[in-house]
């Protein structure tokens, strides 16, 4: 791989543009209220690696779908070798030898790694699938990749590193002419992560175009070709790797432009409100999603949580709430440990999460935006032992938050479903507020929302800080997390890897603190592997 | 803002709405359709002797339906209520006969309000049951209830072998006359039973409407992932309304055991089947969180009405269980598109709005 500047073709322009097999030209992608791609260009060159590096939410994943006709873009053109096409579906983009390698897994975990491998596409013969065939091939891929996975195993059986791998034959196994990779080494070890290089470097030399998408920036160094960086749904630069180094990537990342922050106001911290110590969360298949994680927050203290997709960020706020029985450690709000494990205790401990995935984990979609609202504390209204909810004071509460929150919902009474993505995050805000927390945990607090509705929440934030309750919360936006913290806390691997007060802390030394651990979590990963 | 957007949705919607309000009220609508058709097709229906004597009828279901209610509207099921009918019936019936045999020679009979609190307890027993092997075990809903279906069917055919328990006269001298209130007894002119379930189900409506408990029971079907996150004792809520429906069922084995004044193992077959449509009539969605007490009971009386007036009319049991199950069909068929055509309408003010 050291000889990859030698082994290139020619980087002039004129050989460029023969090698560029599929372009996008002045891409947009609106979804309702919000733009992921503001008028992209890409190339993606034959025998290379195209790398994209991003910050999340920047638009690589937008922009990967559209390529293999997940999603159409709202304007601009994709070109195949000079022509326009169009992708309306997965199979449209399959056809025009588009491979993707997700980054979330899509085997399917009660089918075998054969049947999985050849889903959709089986070998048949004599009206039957051909099993046996299949298995064989699939036998060969899995010996390409160096690995004696068994094709007949099921997939939901494997170690996720091992999934992952099926993943990538069956992208290999369409003989592609493009192969995206989104993220392709994440679960895997350090000897898993050369094998596959080897066999990028493998189809490279078969004039496959290979698209990278990776945070590990040191990974994409080694065997990028190209690199495009995005933000913010742009493209802020586009080079041949070997002019360029790590500094110019994370500068392109991070940029300058500010975003919509409220300024911070000045006011002391109180004492300290929330402590966490020790805490833990083993996985189901070896080692911690969280490692021994120790943080406090003062009383109108912002803590910025920053770290990598999992780091472990979100599981962390999940064992402080109660989420997983197993978790170890002890958590402490006002200097008294906590000894509630249910997350109902928890909540009236002073202790209130705001879920990174509203749908799934943050509202009730068939109830009222009123029954959202007060979900959570419900008991408190109640009165007659907890048993009544008078409709006067369940109205003035709800009143109170939307006015405080600024919802806009012309009548409570209506599904919450009906609102904007925006206003759905006020109320799962506003949920965790009627409990009157003293400890908020946000996780990802102004994910899929639009920039009006993110200023909102950073002012909630800091309005919420300025009246004395500590903040935790988590981002994976290095401009969020630099403008709104207090102090930074930058996870990696599930360990905390750095804790930086606001004025030493800069875009770089975060990035770098983010990337900590994996070098050593693949050494470890590949001692047990040969013990 | 809003006064602005007022007479604009009205007059847009004023077309969709009045489906939709249609809609919304078909529960009604199909109970004034049957009682109007039957008032003509069948003699004496509207009588009211043959109207508190459908009540009695209906009340039967309706008290199962509410308690499946609940239990649809967390997303579960309970298939055993039917079973629970039939054990509570043969465990009251056997103890104002027979008495609680102790092994060492000594029998103890239970005066009546004991028998029925024990037969009580024992529903709502099953239903804890059910409840921890859902919520511990992990136990799918359907299953759990299968399971306990067949064996309080089993248990109540073993307490008699299969025999009936029959005169439940009960003997003055044990305390144990006076049975036959519960399914004969009147009170202000109308029967016992009818206001047991006017009890029943107006403390579950209120339950619904005005408690912590009941918006959790809405909240744990419509997302148990937030319900959870959001504080809700998720187990609790489902071992609450699994011991509820098995407390419903047992009020029905006490009391069709008490009409009868006789109680057989078999009693309370495929009742679960008449709740679960009598409930989704009432506009309960299976797939959790949507559901009202008053649409159940309407529900359960419109598959009351609908099988006695077909009885009065002559019509064949045969084509009384093929019209059954077109209705049932045709409610959930209406149920869906008043779904689709809310959420157009609800599409198009939002459109209208920007």
Not at chain 1, 245 to 252: G, K, T
Not at chain 1, 423 to 429: E, F
Request: charged content about 20%; aromatic content about 6%; hydrophobic content about 50%.
């Amino acid at each position: 791989m050291s000889d990859r500047a030698t082994s290139d073709p020619a980087v002039s322009d004129a050989a460029d543009a023969e090698d560029v097999i599929l372009r996008l030209e002045g891409v947009s992608k609106v979804y309702s209220g919000t733009v992921a791609l503001k008028q992209t260009n890409f190339e993606i060159r034959r025998g290379a690696v195209n790398v994209l590096v991003g910050e999340n939410g920047a638009g690589k994943s937008t922009m990967m779908k559209i390529i293999a006709g997940v999603e159409s873009q709202t304007t601009g053109r994709i070109l195949l070798e000079g022509n326009a096409v169009r992708f309306d579906s997965p199979s449209d983009s399959m056809r025009a030898g588009i491979g993707m390698v997700f980054q979330e897994l899509n085997l399917f975990g009660n089918l075998s790694v054969a049947e999985n491998i050849f889903a959709n596409r089986e070998i048949v013969k004599n009206g039957r699938i051909d099993h046996a065939e299949q298995e064989r091939r699939a036998g060969e891929l899995m010996a390409r990749l160096q690995t004696n996975v068994d094709p007949r195993a099921n997939i939901e059986d494997l170690m996720i590193g091992q999934q992952q791998l099926v993943e990538i034959a069956k992208a290999m196994a369409r003989d592609a002419r493009i192969l995206i990779m989104d993220e392709p080494t994440s679960a895997l070890s350090a000897p898993e992560v050369e094998i596959l290089f080897r066999v990028i470097a493998d189809l490279k030399a078969k004039g496959v175009a290979i698209v990278y998408i990776s945070h590990r920036l040191e990974e994409l160094l080694r065997i990028g070709d190209y690199i495009t960086v995005l933000r913010d749904g742009r493209v802020t630069g586009s080079q041949a790797m070997k002019n360029v180094d790590l500094h110019w990537i994370v500068r392109q990342m991070i940029g300058s432009d500010a975003k919509d922050f409220s300024t911070a106001g000045a006011h002391e911290f109180g004492p300290e409100v929330f402590r966490a110590e020790d805490i833990c969360l083993p996985r189901v298949t070896g080692g911690f999603a969280v490692d021994h994680v120790s943080l406090n927050v003062r009383a109108g203290e912002i803590l910025g949580v920053y770290g990598l997709m999992g780091a472990g960020r979100s599981e962390f706020l999940e064992c402080v709430i109660g989420r997983h029985a197993h978790s170890l450690g002890r958590v402490y709000v006002e200097g008294r440990l906590v000894r509630e494990r249910d997350v109902g205790g928890r909540i009236a401990r002073g202790l209130a999460l705001i879920p990174e995935d509203r749908q799934r984990d943050g509202l009730v979609s068939v109830l009222s935006v009123a029954e959202n609202l007060t979900l959570a504390s419900l008991r408190k209204l109640a009165i007659f032992f907890h048993i009544h909810i008078p409709a006067a004071a369940e109205a003035r509460a709800v009143r109170r938050e939307v006015a405080d929150l600024s919802i806009k919902v012309a009548d409570p009474s209506l599904p919450v479903s009906s609102l904007s993505g925006g206003n759905q995050q006020k109320i799962v805000i506003g949920k965790a507020l009627l409990t009157q927390p003293k400890v908020l945990l946000m996780d990802e607090p102004s994910r899929g929302i639009d920039i009006g509705a993110k200023g909102d929440v950073f002012r909630i934030m800091r309005e919420l800080a300025a009246e004395g309750l500590g903040i935790v919360f988590v981002t994976s936006d290095l401009d969020e997390v630099l403008a709104l913290s207090d102090r930074i806390a930058v996870m990696s691997r599930g360990r905390l890897t750095a804790l930086f007060d606001r004025s030493e802390a800069s875009g770089a030394r975060i990035v770098a603190a983010s990337a900590l651990g994996h070098e050593v979590q693949a050494v470890v990963s590949a001692r047990e592997v040969h013990s | 803002m809003t006064a602005a957007a007022a007479p604009t949705r009205t007059a847009f919607s004023a077309k969709g709405s009045l489906t939709l309000t249609l809609m919304r009220l078909r529960t009604f609508i199909a109970l004034f359709a049957v009682l109007l058709f039957f008032a003509f097709a069948a003699p004496n229906f509207l009588s009211a002797a043959n109207l508190v004597l459908m009540s009695k009828h209906v009340a039967l279901n309706a008290f199962l339906a509410i308690g499946m209610t609940f239990v649809i509207i967390t997303g579960g099921i309970d298939l055993s209520v039917g079973s629970i009918v039939g054990l509570c019936g043969m465990v009251a019936g056997g103890l104002i006969l027979h008495g609680l045999d102790l092994d060492f020679g000594y029998t103890i009979f239970f005066n009546i309000p004991e028998i029925i609190l024990i037969t009580m307890a024992l529903g709502m027993l099953i239903g804890l049951i059910n409840g921890l092997l859902i919520t511990k075990l992990n136990v799918a809903p359907f299953i759990a209830t299968l399971g306990t279906l067949y064996v309080a069917r089993g248990a109540a055919l073993l307490l008699s072998d299969g025999a009936t328990f029959p005169n439940l006269e009960g003997n003055p001298a044990f305390g144990t006359t006076g049975y036959a209130f519960l399914g004969a007894g009147h009170l202000l002119y109308l029967p016992v039973a009818i206001w047991a379930l006017v009890v029943i189900a107006l403390v579950a409506a209120y339950l619904a409407r005005w408690t912590p408990l009941g918006r959790h029971i809405f909240a744990v079907g419509g997302n148990e992932r937030a319900a959870a996150l959001s504080g809700v004792a998720v187990n609790k809520v489902k071992l609450f309304v699994y011991m509820f429906s098995g407390f419903c069922a047992a009020i029905v084995g006490l009391i069709v055991s008490s009409e009868l004044m006789a109680a057989h193992p078999a009693t309370g077959e495929t009742f679960e089947l008449n709740a679960i449509a009598a409930a989704v009539l009432g506009g309960t969605s299976m797939s959790g969180g949507r559901g009202t007490i008053s649409g159940t009971v309407i529900g359960a009386f419109v598959i009351g009405i609908l099988s006695d007036g077909l009885v009065m009319m002559g019509v064949s049991s045969f084509w009384q269980m093929v019209i059954k199950g077109v209705v049932i069909i045709a409610a959930v068929v209406v149920d869906q598109a008043q779904r689709k055509l809310q959420q157009r309408v609800a599409l198009q003010q939002i459109a209208q709005a920007a």
